[in-house]
C-alpha cells in the first residue's frame, strides 16, 4: 500500500523560508509525477508546484519564483523550497500525484505570520 508522509512545516516571519518533504513508499515514485498541494482554511485544495519523472516543472502563478519543487528518486522523495513566504501561502500542504491522485498523507502545517 502506497503511503505518503509529508514534513518540515511550521511558523515562519513573512520573508522568511521552509523545506518540506514528502516521503513516499510503494512502487509508484520512480515512474510518476508528483505534486505538493496546499489547502487553506475554507478554501479549496489547490496544486502549486509538480514535476515529472524527467524533472519538467509547473508552478502555479501564485507561487512562480519563490517556490521550488525538486525530487530524489532514490530516496523516493520529493521536495518543496519555499523562499518569500507570505501570509496568504500559510495552509496544510500535501504530496500527492498531480492526476490519478492515491491516498492522502496527513499534510504539514505551514503558518506564516509575524
Known amino acids: 500500500q502506497v503511503q505518503l508522509v509529508e514534513s518540515g512545516g511550521g511558523l515562519v516571519q513573512p520573508g522568511g523560508s521552509l523545506r518540506l518533504s514528502c516521503a513516499a513508499s510503494g512502487s509508484i515514485f520512480s515512474f510518476d509525477a508528483m505534486g505538493w498541494y496546499r489547502q487553506a482554511p475554507g478554501k479549496q485544495r489547490e496544486l502549486v508546484a509538480a514535476?515529472?519523472?524527467?524533472?519538467?516543472?509547473n508552478y502555479a502563478d501564485s507561487v512562480k519564483g519563490r517556490f521550488t519543487i525538486s525530487r530524489d528518486n532514490a530516496k523516493n522523495t520529493v521536495y518543496l523550497e519555499m523562499n518569500s513566504l507570505k501570509p496568504e501561502d500559510t495552509a496544510v500542504y500535501y504530496c500527492?500525484?498531480?492526476?490519478?491522485?492515491?491516498?492522502w498523507g496527513q499534510g504539514t502545517q505551514v503558518t506564516v505570520s509575524s
Open positions: 500527492n500525484r498531480p492526476t490519478a491522485q492515491v491516498g
Open positions: 514535476i515529472t519523472s524527467g524533472g519538467i516543472l
